[in-house]
């Protein structure tokens, strides 16, 4: 006898890109109250071209407070282009707060398109109550959960997430395996600072310190280098 049952299909993942510009000594702002601008025009430039080429873009809720940004697609023929390729203008903007604490008057909110915020149980009615409107909430459990936020983000149609940070999300992604490409940006500048942030936390990363990544990519632009990294694939060196 048939059966009328139907199985589920799982919604992939999205495919993950983490895209950070460094110092020379592996830190992605230095300790003053300015943000320290470590590429140059044209590597701002191929970072627009990579947001527009993505389907959401992610940061951190530490980066939206010490920043700020409108995290947009900057250029007019991009996203026209996103347009009569039939997606929405902006890609959609994410970010991640266990404790719900985000100002809502951040720019963030108040440009582009469309967003989501991810969050814990025990930060959800808050931040519901802080962002009223202004985003999708969703909570991943007792902790953030990127796994199920990358799974939630395969069901809203993201087949590309650019995650810009910071070195906690950087970290978490990374160390968890949902990372699958890297793209760093290094500035010819050294920080110099002990406490100012890097691009990655102490963390048990997988494979050890022993593993090498496949480098897809090295190329200069200006006076940064840009080194694209497959961290799910070994060097065979």
């Known amino acids: 006898m048939p059966s009328h049952h139907k199985e589920r299909t799982a919604v992939p993942r999205p495919y993950v890109i983490l895209s950070v510009a460094t110092s020379i000594d592996g830190h992605i702002d230095d300790t003053s109250a300015t943000r320290l601008l470590l590429s140059n025009a044209d590597d701002f430039d191929r970072v627009d071209q990579v947001r527009a080429d993505s389907d959401a873009i992610l940061i951190g809720a530490g980066t939206m407070r010490a920043d700020n940004p409108r995290l947009l697609v900057n250029s007019e ?15 959609l903007k994410v970010t991640v707060s266990a404790s719900g604490d985000i100002d809502p008057n951040l720019k963030f909110w108040h440009h582009g398109g469309e967003k989501v915020a991810y969050t814990t149980d025990g930060g959800e009615e808050t931040l519901r109550e802080r962002l009223a409107g202004l985003a999708d909430v969703v909570s991943t459990g007792q902790e953030l959960n990127f796994g199920e936020l990358l799974d939630d983000l395969g069901k809203r149609g993201v087949e590309r997430l650019m995650v810009e940070g910071g070195g906690q999300v950087h970290t978490a992604f990374l160390s968890q395996g949902l990372a699958d490409e890297i793209h760093m940006a290094i500035a010819p500048l050294v920080v110099g600072e002990a406490d100012a942030p890097s691009f990655l936390n102490p963390a048990a990363y997988p494979g050890g310190s022993t593993r090498r990544m496949k480098l897809a990519e090295a190329r200069t632009i200006g006076d940064v280098v840009l080194l694209r990294y497959l961290p799910k694939e070994s060097s065979e060196a």
């Open 77 to 91: 023929e991009r996203r026209a282009k996103r347009v009569a390729a039939g997606k929405s203008e902006f890609p």
